[in-house]
């Protein structure tokens, strides 16, 4: 009798991690879908292409153009995001990895990086980006 309440035991453990993993998979996609949703947003696309049109500029110019701040802190916000939900596993990182996203990704912030080192001195924030930053270079040592 108590080798049978053993098996179904461990018949009910196993069938309990995988529902559990299967769930964990399932949350995974939903933020990968949530992600992509957000990024067809009209404000996030004139954020995106101001940034991507920028050639060059002077991180003390944006700061003073409510407009530009916008623009840019649009971009480095949701990258940030998505770096700490990729740094703690709730995104997954092969979706940048295997994606032009993660072109995209690197590109963001390296034309960002002068305005993410202006803000972090002028406002005494040494954490200011940096998840961005965490995803910038864990996607470009992948390449």
């Keep these: ?3 049978i309440f053993s098996v179904i035991g461990a018949i009910t453990g196993i069938s309990g991690m995988i529902f559990a993993i299967i769930g964990l998979y399932l949350n995974r996609m939903a ?5 992509l949703e957000y990024t067809r947003q009209p404000d996030f696309i004139e954020a995106r292409n101001f940034v991507l049109d920028i050639s060059s500029y002077d991180p003390k110019s944006i700061d003073k153009d409510s407009d530009k701040v916008y623009k840019f802190e649009c971009i480095l916000n949701t990258y940030n995001m998505i770096g700490l939900l990729v740094r703690k596993h709730q995104l997954p990182k092969w979706f940048f990895n295997e994606t032009s996203t993660g072109d995209q990704i690197i590109r963001f912030y390296e034309i960002l990086e002068p305005y993410v080192s202006y803000k972090r001195e002028k406002y005494a924030m040494r954490n200011y980006a940096n998840q961005f930053e965490y995803l910038y270079k864990l996607l470009k040592e992948n390449i």
Excluded at 31 to 35: F, G, L, N, P
Aim: hydrophobic share 50%; no cysteine.
């Design 1 to 3: 009798m108590g080798i």
């Design 31 to 35: 933020a990968v879908t949530s992600y």
